[in-house]
């Protein structure tokens, strides 16, 4: 089947300007009470749980979820807005946010009312960490082609095998991950995957071992599981059909903001170097990057507007991702190719442009592993489209 591609040309509403001011303010009380310095490079205070649950009790963490669970019901579009001004304020959301973003939506649908009480009101008060468990050594972001093993037992199932790239598992208080329950079919390599949740803090069998980045910041991991016990009531969705809630969960975590303003902060101090006057050159290529920022803007508001709607955008939401990431990667060679030739009359911004910009330089090359490589999202893509097989 063929998907045309469809980004609906969607506005935010007063109600999600207004929520914008709120954010605002309250970002700048916490910046000024020292929460965080948004101009700090290579921090590791992303993980900050005073700020996690400040931004709980505003009900800002689970802003769509029904308010039975400790949600607030209202839109994805003033959930954008939250994140929007996180993400630019440098915010150090790292507590909450994956599980905000995905986890928690795939918990509403797939686990059972217990897990659901239990565990999306700890997330609303941002006291519950998550990750996510997809990729695997060897296969990268191919999904489908996962073998770490859950064979059933009394009870449950016994976990053998690795994920790597985990992002934030050597925190987190759980997983959402793929096991391979049984062997793909040559009609469907998609067939034999099922979702897990799994508990990091209370589960033999699990280590972490850490993947540093060129950064020297740690964020990856690799996880190994050997003979872990998964219940069956962490079984989550249908058994063997995972691939169905993966293609939903990525739509979540690919169409927003943050999938464009990773090393935003380069542009902020570009603007500070090149000052009030840039010369031709400089206002030129500043005004293409911010150009080509505001369509990356656009659509993912659109995505997000469609997930509102209902609808499950992945190809949408691939396609944001594929070009967000592929920009913020390339951004910090642009704006160093821009200020090349800049004179500011404050040294100190040229000293602070340049901390950014190293930083900003070691930290591209993961921008397009996480969340989906290149490749594999335009495999999706051609498929949406129809220009290849599923």
């Known amino acids: 089947m063929t998907t045309a591609l ?12 207004d929520l914008r001011k709120e954010v605002r303010s309250f970002v700048k009380q916490e910046i000024a009470a020292g ?27 689970g802003l769509t979820w029904p308010k039975k669970y400790g949600g607030h019901e209202r839109t994805f579009l003033e959930r954008y807005v939250v994140t929007e001004e996180f993400r630019v304020a440098n915010a150090p959301t790292r507590v909450f946010f994956t599980a905000d ?7 509403l649908k797939y686990a059972n009312e217990d897990i659901k009480m239990d565990i999306l009101p700890r997330i609303c008060r941002g006291e519950c960490c998550f990750g996510i468990g997809m990729s695997e050594p060897g296969s990268g972001s191919d999904l489908f082609a996962a073998k770490t093993k859950a064979t059933k037992v009394d009870g449950g ?19 959402i991950a793929i096991f391979r329950t049984s062997a793909p079919t040559k009609e469907n390599r998609r067939h034999g995957l099922t979702s897990f949740l799994v508990d990091m ?27 872990a016990f998964m219940p069956d009531s962490h079984l989550l969705g249908e058994i063997d059909g995972a691939w169905k809630q993966a293609t939903s969960e990525l739509a979540y975590e690919r169409s927003g903001p943050e999938r464009f303003l990773e090393t935003f902060q380069v542009m902020i101090e570009l603007v500070r170097v090149l000052g009030e006057k840039p010369d031709l050159r400089a206002a030129e290529g500043l005004g293409r990057l911010v150009a080509q920022l505001h369509t990356l803007r656009r659509m993912s508001v659109s995505v997000n507007g469609m997930l509102q709607a209902g609808k499950e955008p992945v190809v949408e939401g691939s396609v944001v991702k594929d070009l967000g990431t592929l920009w913020e990667q390339k951004l910090p ?4 190719e821009i200020a090349a030739f800049a004179e500011p009359e404050d040294l100190a911004n040229r000293v602070a442009f340049e901390e950014q910009l190293a930083f900003a330089t070691t930290i591209a090359p993961k921008l397009t592993i996480q969340g989906g490589t290149t490749e594999v999202l ?12 599923r």
């Open 6 to 17: 469809n980004f609906d040309p969607i506005r935010l509403p007063k109600v999600c300007e």
């Open 35 to 61: 929460t965080w310095d948004p101009n700090a490079v290579g921090r590791d205070e992303a993980f900050n749980y005073e700020f996690a649950r400040k931004v709980g009790e505003k009900g800002w963490i």
């Open 101 to 107: 973003r995905q986890s928690g939506p795939t918990l």
């Open 157 to 175: 199932y016994l976990i053998n095998g690795s994920k790597i790239w985990t992002s934030n598992a050597h925190r987190a208080d759980y997983l």
């Open 201 to 227: 803090k209370n589960t033999k069998g699990i280590s972490c071992n850490p993947i540093i980045q060129l950064s020297g910041l740690h964020e990856f991991n690799e996880v190994v599981f050997e003979d």
């Open 333 to 336: 060679h642009k704006v160093r």
């Open 378 to 389: 335009r495999g999706i893509i051609a498929a949406g489209l129809g220009l290849r097989g």
